[in-house]
């Protein structure tokens, strides 16, 4: 039973009270002024333009020289399509132009003696991939996840609000962070010291079984969405990583899980879950996208389709625990990854759309394309595997063709490959160049 009243304050308070919150997460996080400043280079500040939405700061946020990559195949995610010897012109955080020589002729003349030129000759472009399920706490940690070439993540929640302080940096300080969609704090049970992150979430401390009933889960949904969170995450399973835990077991049931739905009022809701019942729930109850969805049934897959519900199968997550030196991971994964696998199949032929999320934590990254690879491994096309790390990713996350494709006006994020994606989906780890709002973070030309 709910042991507290939630109805004096539906919406907690964000102003004072929120500052000092995330003025922590990013202390936690490792951002500081030094931190930043060793990362930039050197970045200048601009002169010019828009300021980011944020505080009422004074100063203006860094940018990066135009940015032009030439000679490379630039490759459409979308439909596949290639331009040989193409040009790409970043220039202010955007793509400036994108084509033949020809068509990007007046663009390239436009910030000559200015730009960074970089020679892709023989090797493919691309957009920044997406990666649409990490656990990033620190610069470090998003540090090597811009290094496997995601640009654009979507948190899987975070302890302390560090995934909301992570998502401001793009706009001031571009390159430091991928562009963060944050999920703040997991929408589960126990929070365990995540309650000590707000002084909101104290009154949860109070309740005997955890965060259960479903007035909690909705406060607990509304706390998360006033400090910064853009999408939620909550479970339906516990997790299958720990030994002592039985992924199969019944969290939150459909009723639970509607209640986060209904409280998240549009922010998409990520659902972690295993078992056939739990995905099942979770998926009528309205949750955004699936994560891991091991034992995911034929009636559940049809009902996920009719609703449009994403499916982020977490490849590397489950089958590397096949190499776990636990015997009971080791014995998970050893059967979970062809279940899984077969479950990629089902879904990709009755329509339901994969993304591809790696469900990496702190440094211990996965490249994004190591998952699109797996992906492909169980039955996805290199056109369907690169498509679950570019443009059905940047769909889930709201971000239409600013992401997932090199457009103009799109996002100045791109990677170049040494091998074409179109023919294997293992290009997508051999990355060469990341660039990310416009900032080369990563150069092995």
Known sequence: MCLHDHTSAPTPAASLPRRGILAGAAALAGISVASIAAQLGGASAAQAGEKPSGPNYHGSPLTHPPLIIEGGTIVDPQTGGAIEDGVLVLDGGKVAAVGTRDETREAVAAVAGRARVLN??????????????????????????????????????????????LAALPAWAPGVSPRMTPAGLFISPDLGDSLLADPDLAPLATLPTGVRETADLAYLTRVNLSRGAQVIKTRANPRAGIPEQDPRELVYNQEQLSAVVKAARGAGVLCHAYSAEGIDGAVRAGVRSIEHGVFVSEGTIAEMVRRGTYFTPTMDAITSMA???????????????????????AAKEAGVTIVAGTDSFGTDVTPIGTEARLLAEAGLSPLEALQSATVHAAR?????NDAGRLVRGGFADAIVVDADPLSSASALEQVRVVVAQGAVVRNGL
């Open 323 to 345: 190499a776990s030196p636990n015997p009971v991971l080791a014995a998970r994964g050893k059967e979970y990854a062809p279940i899984l696998q077969a479950a990629v199949r």
């Open 396 to 400: 889930l996350l709201g971000l239409g």
């Open 120 to 165: 892709a000759s023989g090797r493919w472009v691309l957009p920044g991939l997406v990666d649409v399920h990490v656990h990033a706490n620190a610069l470090a940690d998003a540090r090597a996840i811009l290094q496997g070439g995601a640009t654009s993540v979507r948190s899987g929640s975070s302890s302390f609000y560090q995934d909301v302080a």
